[in-house]
């Protein structure tokens, strides 16, 4: 059988304390990968799972916490950022600290991430990054213009990566979740039907439901990241790839 990911695969994957983050770690780690799990709140050692306390705001932080991922494991040659935060708030009622604060760890941090690794995997001639984003990227979305601002500069950083990379062996593509059953999902539900309500829709806020019927799983997530940063995805780069049950109709 084609194994998902190669035997002594090292990946390093950011915002692994929670939600999508820890999906993606524990899925690396049962596809055979030993993990360096970056985050700014505490992950726990396990086997095969370095736990680095970074800030990935902080390029120094981000350059150190790889160095000392290939010092301790080897080559890094899988690379996820899923670290990211939202602060919902209407353009007009956005401060600048939300707007600063956004996107230094959804757009600059990716950056960060990309950059450092890009440039290792580069020298070596091979390597897989992915980068979770979010289908509010692609459409407008009221309350939420700083999420959907910087994640739209980081799908389209990506996909530059991408296309300066390829010639060296390297891929870096995109995944997009919709509404995901995490901690950042739920401080956006007032009462117990927050559920219902996004798999249904609001016509008010000018927002489709979910044709799937289903909030998303982190692990639905994880699925696709694991299956883009595998060989099986070998001839796959600078693409986006949506997994949020249609609910952007692919807009």
Known sequence: MWRMLNSGTV????????GIGAAVTRAFVDAGAT???LDVDAVAATERVLPLATDVSDSGAVERA???????LGPISVGVSVAGVLRPGTVC???DEDWAAT???????VFH???????????RGAGSLVVVGSNAAGVPRANMAAYAASKAATTMLARCLGLELAGSGVRCNVVSPGSTDTEMQHRLWTDDNGPERVIAGDLASFRVGIPLGRIADPADVADAVLFLASDRARHITMQNLYVDGGATLRA
């Open 103 to 109: 996107f230094a760890v959804n757009t600059s941090g």
């Open 11 to 18: 990946a390093l994957v950011t915002g692994a304390a929670r």
């Open 113 to 123: 991430v990309l950059r450092e690794l890009g440039r290792r995997m580069a020298r």
């Open 35 to 37: 993990v360096a799990a």
């Open 93 to 95: 009622d956005t401060s």
């Open 66 to 72: 790889v160095a000392e991922a290939e010092q301790q």
